[in-house]
């Protein structure tokens, strides 16, 4: 388990970019996968993508390829997401998120180990 601190939201344009960043307070960033969740009021956390602890392999909900990437700096305990082109539906606060499995259970919010304080990420023109 972690003591998260997420940074990087904030209120953008359409098409602009924006980075937003969790740092882990714990010893050892590993060997937990970590990546991203979003929610909106009303609904369910949605996935976004995440990062493997040790190959380093990422996969992305399909609103979000091509335009997001998550990656990690596991010496700095640092967990990012990268956001391009974004768009008014990418509204949402977004969550930094962690689990000791691989896979399908990330489709699921249900099936994480520990998560960080949302921070807020408004796209409107």
């Known amino acids: 388990m972690f003591s998260w601190q997420a940074s990087g939201g904030g209120l953008v344009q359409p098409g602009d970019s924006l980075r937003l960043s969790c740092a882990a307070s714990?010893?050892?960033?590993?060997?937990?996968?970590m990546g991203w969740f979003r929610q909106v009021t009303g609904k369910g956390r949605e996935f976004v993508g995440a990062i493997h602890w040790s190959a380093g392999t990422t996969f992305y909900a399909d609103s979000v390829k091509g335009r997001f990437t998550v990656s990690r700096e596991n010496t700095k305990n640092t967990l990012y997401l990268q956001m391009n082109s974004l768009k008014p539906e990418d509204t949402a606060v977004y969550y930094c998120?962690?689990?000791?499995?691989?896979?399908?259970?990330?489709?699921?919010?249900?099936?994480?180990?520990?998560w960080g304080k949302g921070t807020q990420v408004t796209v409107s023109s």
């Open positions: 714990a010893r050892t960033f590993t060997p937990y996968h």
């Open positions: 998120a962690a689990s000791k499995l691989w896979g399908s259970s990330w489709y699921s919010a249900t099936g994480m180990n520990s």
